[in-house]
């Protein structure tokens, strides 16, 4: 099993729509955790930040479900420019440098 | 302000030859960090300083390829007689605390080995 597993997608919605990615962990120490937007051909840039039980920054709502092991994020009224591939990111536990990225999941919204 | 920056943007290289990736994190970040990028993959780790130290360079997949920030600031990745498998984007981030922290990612530079 990979430590940071995602549904690949693609997932393709009509704009105003609903959608949920989640994203499952290995490491049961994992503290934090951060969603990244990255557009083709363009380097990821952070979206959220998740430390505890969630986060929501306007139509994005991050949630952290520590008995399975996994994190979603919600986007609710999809819009065009919200086209993108979202990856999750655990950080390490300790100093070492190591973050784990999924492999992302590719989301298109269509008009 | 300005972002992470990195240096060439793209690099196309023979098989043998040796390249060098340059990074310049955000002024003021203490931790930088290199990834590898295939394509419909996301970052896998390579190397993470904080300041000058390399503290952890697990992810460099073989001795071909050294990465030093000997001023804390900027940052070389190397990768030596290079093979087709090494073509990927190469990412630098940097981040203002930790590890734990956030990061702020550089555009990359893609690599191509013929």
């Known amino acids: 099993r990979k430590e940071v597993e995602q549904d690949p997608g693609p997932f393709n919605v009509p704009e105003g729509a609903t959608v949920a990615f989640n994203c499952t962990y290995s490491?049961?120490?994992?503290?934090?955790f951060f969603w990244y937007r990255q557009d083709c051909r363009k380097e990821p840039k952070l979206l959220m930040s998740?430390?505890?039980s969630g986060n929501e920054d306007g139509r994005f709502t991050a949630q952290l479900n520590r008995a399975s092991q996994y994190i979603s994020l919600l986007i609710r009224d999809s819009k065009l420019s919200d086209s993108a591939t979202y990856l999750c990111?655990?950080?390490?536990?300790?100093?070492?440098?190591?973050?784990?990225f999924g492999d992302g999941t590719t989301l298109t919204v269509k008009p | 302000g300005a972002g992470v920056s990195q240096s060439p943007r793209y690099k196309v290289a023979k098989r043998g030859q040796d390249v060098a990736l340059r990074c310049d994190p955000i002024?003021?970040?203490?931790?930088l960090f290199w990834y590898q990028q295939a394509l419909g993959q996301g970052p896998e780790f390579l190397t993470y300083?904080?300041?000058?130290?390399?503290?952890?360079k697990s992810g460099l997949p073989s001795d071909r390829f050294f990465a030093e920030r000997p001023e804390g600031s900027v940052s070389t990745l190397k990768i030596q007689r290079t093979q087709q498998e090494d073509s990927a984007v190469y990412l630098c981030?940097?981040?203002?605390?930790?590890?734990?922290?956030?990061?702020?990612f550089g555009p990359g530079t893609r690599l191509t080995v013929l």
């Open positions: 981030a940097s981040s203002f605390g930790t590890a734990y922290n956030e990061q702020f």
């Open positions: 490491n049961s120490a994992s503290q934090s």
């Open positions: 998740v430390y505890s």
């Open positions: 990111a655990v950080p390490p536990n300790t100093n070492a440098g190591k973050s784990t």
């Open positions: 002024s003021g970040h203490v931790s």
């Open positions: 300083f904080q300041n000058e130290a390399q503290l952890d």
